[in-house]
């Protein structure tokens, strides 16, 4: 991870550690880098916008478009949209790079900048590096020392364009992934005040659900708000209400989804690489045989597979690493417990509204509800403790510490696990343990947040 940028964009509260000014830089390299790679005499580099319901999304959307146009390219805007939109326009329509204007689950005050490359794919290290560097006023790039970038003049100037086409014809798109008709069947929808709020019931809608919708009134400051996949209790009690078969719940750019079944019981990210792994290997579709997961997926995910012959993978928390594997190993479909759900053949990022098509597709092929899905699947009892650390190398290369958790992990055997890691963006140790039962998890959770601390190594 870069200075600005983690795993998921540039992230902070809008005009305190993420400014205007921020986004007029970011959008000045785009326009000048893009610019520059294309051949002498070509047309001008076409970056793609959306951006999310937040109070600041339109301030950071004109500031972008501002610094890209300013450096000569043309910024093609798809206004309120879902990230994986953007990817998927970006892909189709051959962009040079896509911009999402989003800080996903978080609450309305922060926001993002998420930069796609032409391939709808998360941007590589090595541009971001770049787009840091002149950040800082610090540029080296083609052989050339720039403290700053030109500006373009005259007709070089860029433009900017209207791009709504683009979203319409992402939502036919997920129209044509429904396989089978939806008829009848009652589905309830909790856009989180977000980017699905006027795309998800478009697509139900199509395919014949009858669609009850919550949460889908933006009004530029209640994005997430008691609302969508990180308050899943809402759409909980909707659905056992209205004797819903289904609920989705989508955060506030869509690129994740959290399910409810018909008894009002949430259903996972891990539920649902379940069931579509499951429902892929059945169909001869599951190549390799493997579904990527995060280390955090749960352990019963894990003996689930085992029981019907099913590989995985684990990587480092986050889609960009679940990604990444996917391609290099060429996965079909991989995610998060948080319901990043990645589906190869389709897109290339997590898609809620498709990860929601494809729960409904299982449900119609195997004429069964959701609750019938996940009953081979387990969840193990899970606590998760963060400690603040002085330094989290130091905490974790403990030996002391080492020998609580493999103390921890003798004890458990076969039947739960312990992981210790660091965390990518706090000064923070997380220690979770799986187990039979939440007493015991809590026990092992604490023997070795107890040593931690006598070690010293916790900050007061």
């Not at 550690?17 to 000048?32: C, E, I, M, Q, S």
């Not at 579509?276 to 894990?302: A, H, I, P, W």
């Not at 899905?373 to 974790?396: F, G, H, R, W």
């Amino acid at each position: 991870m870069g200075k600005y940028f983690g795993t998921d964009g540039f992230r902070g509260e809008a005009n305190v550690n993420l400014t205007a000014d921020h986004a007029y830089k970011v959008g000045r390299f785009l326009g000048w880098y893009y610019n520059i790679k294309r051949p002498a005499g070509a047309e001008p580099a076409k970056i793609l916008i959306g951006k999310d319901t937040r109070r600041s999304s339109y301030m950071f959307e004109y500031t972008l478009a501002a610094g890209i146009t300013a450096s000569g390219a043309d910024a093609y805007l798809l206004h309120v949209t879902t990230t994986p939109s953007v990817a998927y326009v970006t892909r189709m329509d051959e962009f040079d790079c896509g911009v999402m204007i989003s800080a996903s689950h978080n609450p309305f005050y922060d926001n993002g900048i998420k930069l796609l490359n032409g391939n709808g794919e998360k941007m590589d290290q090595e541009t971001i590096d770049l787009v840091e560097a002149y950040i800082d006023g610090d540029l080296n790039v083609f052989g050339a020392h720039y403290e700053e970038i030109p500006f373009a003049t005259r007709e070089k100037i860029g433009r900017t364009v209207d791009y709504v086409s683009g979203r319409n014809r992402y939502i036919g798109y997920l129209i044509s992934l429904g396989v089978f008709s939806f008829k009848g069947i009652k589905v309830g929808l909790d856009c989180a005040n977000g980017s699905s709020w006027n795309i998800a019931k478009s697509v139900f809608d199509a395919l014949g659900a009858k669609t009850y919708v919550i949460n889908a009134e933006p009004d530029g400051t209640n994005i997430n708000r008691n609302a969508g996949s990180t308050h899943i209790q809402v759409l909980q009690k909707f659905v056992v209400d209205n004797g819903l078969d289904v609920g989705f719940a989508y955060d506030g750019d869509a690129d994740r989804c959290l399910c409810v079944d018909e008894k009002g019981n949430v259903v996972t990210g891990d539920h649902i690489l379940y069931l579509l792994g499951c429902y892929m290997k059945e169909r001869g579709q599951l190549d390799n045989n493997t579904v990527v997961t995060t280390v955090m997926s749960n352990f019963g995910l894990y003996k689930a597979f085992d029981k019907k012959g099913i590989e995985y993978a684990k990587t480092k928390v986050g889609d960009k690493y679940v990604y990444e594997y996917m391609v290099q190993n060429h996965c079909r479909v991989g995610g998060e417990q948080s319901g990043h759900i990645i589906i190869s053949k389709y897109a290339t990022t997590g898609d809620g509204i498709l990860t929601s098509l494809k729960v409904m597709e299982v449900m119609l092929a195997r004429k069964k509800k959701l609750s019938q899905l996940c009953e081979d699947l387990t969840i193990y009892p899970q606590v998760l403790k963060n400690v603040k650390v002085k330094s989290k190398p130091d905490a974790q290369n403990d030996p002391e510490v080492q020998k609580a958790v493999a103390a921890v992990a003798e004890a458990l055997g076969d039947t739960g696990r312990i992981l210790v890691r660091e965390s990518g963006t706090e000064p923070v140790i997380r220690v979770m343990v799986e187990a039979a039962t939440e007493e015991e998890c809590q026990k092992y959770v604490d023997d070795v947040v107890d040593v931690i601390c006598a070690r010293g190594h916790a900050r007061v």
